[in-house]
């Protein structure tokens, strides 16, 4: 019997190249092209008062990453370990989970107050709060009525 090979779809290419663009754009040319094993995905959001950045990294110690805020440049670094133990006589018909080294970097467009910096980490979820700074939160101007 032949061995079927599951393809990308068309759909599931473009997004990663999309992925990969996206990243280029970002700044994160030498993450793309270090040694890293896989990458986590992330969510980067803009509120009035800071930037929120959520990233999935699910089945990792929070005490296995890094996270670094310096010169406009959020970095987050760590490392995935496979702990199970092969199991003997097992047919594996695919394996897609990934392991190793990961880093992700973000430019931060505007100045952010470093000493307010939060991270969290709950449920495979690593939230991080930006508190921007008083001069780049900006400031609603009241509309007088004469």
Partial sequence: MKEVIPTPTFSTLRKEVDR??????????PELLSSTDWIPNVDFAEKPEAYVVK??????????????????LLTIRGQKVKS???EKGARFYRSERSY???ARNLRIPTAVDDKLITATFKHGLLTIVLPKTAETRGQAIPIKIS
């Fill in 20 to 29: 990969f663009l996206e990243r280029m754009r970002e700044g994160d040319a």
């Fill in 55 to 72: 990233a999935e990294i699910p089945g990792i110690d929070p005490k296995d990453i890094e996270v670094v805020y310096e010169n406009g």
């Fill in 84 to 86: 199970e133990t092969e």
């Fill in 100 to 102: 190793g080294a990961f």
